[in-house]
């Protein structure tokens, strides 16, 4: 979205600009209270469906709707979020998020 805004010329200039750490530090304002996790489970987005049937399950409640695509097709290309780093954004965004590896860690 941003690259389609004309701000940006690709993913590494978001990245490099530091303009996403408002959003990142929002996140972490939402997932931590204290500096603990503020929430029993953390799921993650690319398997957020499943996740919610297994969670709902878990509960005896009827499985929620499916989700709707809003954004499907918005990009191009449907290579993996690994494709759009490089070894520097890659410790850019470990760094960032260093706090978040021990509630949902993610691998490049």
């Not at 004309?6 to 209270?33: M, P, Q, R």
């Not at 204290?34 to 499943?50: F, K, M, T, V």
């Not at 290309?77 to 780093?85: E, K, L, M, V």
Request: hydrophobic fraction near 30%; glycine fraction near 4%.
């Amino acid at each position: 979205m941003k690259k389609r805004s004309g701000k940006f010329a690709n993913f590494n200039d978001y990245l490099l600009s530091g303009s996403w750490k408002k959003n990142a530090d929002e996140t972490k304002k939402i997932c931590l209270l204290d500096d603990r996790a503020a929430l029993d489970s953390y799921h993650r987005y690319e398997n957020l469906e499943e996740e919610l049937k297994a969670i709902f399950e878990s509960v005896s409640a009827p499985s929620p709707i499916e989700l709707p695509r809003a954004k499907a097709g918005y990009r191009s290309d449907s290579g993996s979020y690994r494709s759009y780093y490089d070894e520097t954004t890659k410790r850019i965004v470990q760094d960032h998020y260093s706090w978040l590896q021990d509630l949902a860690p993610y691998e490049f």
